[in-house]
């Protein structure tokens, strides 16, 4: 079974499942790890993640690395697409990512990702689904520093094909 923190701690309380997810997303996303990523809000409606001013998130002039910031926009988007498709049934894989850069990112930001009114579902001529998301990273005084738009393929772990070992 793929890794599913998401799944796996769904009958958590809120309260408690902020902090279990945080560490196992940390552990299981590896390279996120030192970014100071941390999920602020985690519904199925609305994820918020709150980045911390670290030392591998800087750029060469102090605010967040360009980089860092599509990670932060990327991020979120992710685990909202994850609480729809769940990893154990769903491979889901980004296939856009583009980033408009508004200010330099300093001090502790945030980046924020609603569900669509309404999730599009599978149609019978196609094994896979495409749903595009729009993320906003604002700074502590709400101040727009980027918006990012991804875009994620959705298939079926049984329609994925794998190449021969």
């Known amino acids: 079974m793929p890794f599913d923190p998401v799944s796996q701690t769904k009958h958590l309380s809120p309260k408690l499942r902020l902090p279990v997810l945080n560490t196992l997303l940390t552990i299981g996303i590896p390279f996120n790890k030192g970014l100071g990523l941390r999920l602020y809000e985690f519904t199925e409606k609305k994820v918020v993640v709150k980045s911390l ?13 360009a980089c860092a910031l599509a ?7 992710g685990l909202l697409v994850a609480q729809q498709f769940p990893f154990s049934d ?7 990512l ?21 999730w599009p579902d599978f149609d019978e001529q196609s094994d896979d689904l495409w749903i595009p998301l ?3 990273i604002y ?14 393929q959705i298939k079926p772990w049984s ?7």
């Open 139 to 152: 700074n502590e005084k709400r101040e727009i520093v980027a918006r990012v738009e991804t875009r994620w």
């Open 53 to 65: 001013p670290k030392r591998r998130r800087r750029n060469h002039v102090g605010g967040a690395h």
């Open 71 to 77: 990670l932060l926009g990327e991020y979120p988007a």
């Open 90 to 96: 769903y491979r889901i894989i980004i296939g856009e």
């Open 134 to 136: 729009k993320t906003t």
């Open 98 to 118: 583009k980033v408009e850069y508004e200010k330099q990112g300093r001090g502790i930001l945030f980046s924020e990702v609603e569900a669509p009114a309404s």
């Open 159 to 165: 329609k994925v094909r794998k190449k021969p070992s």
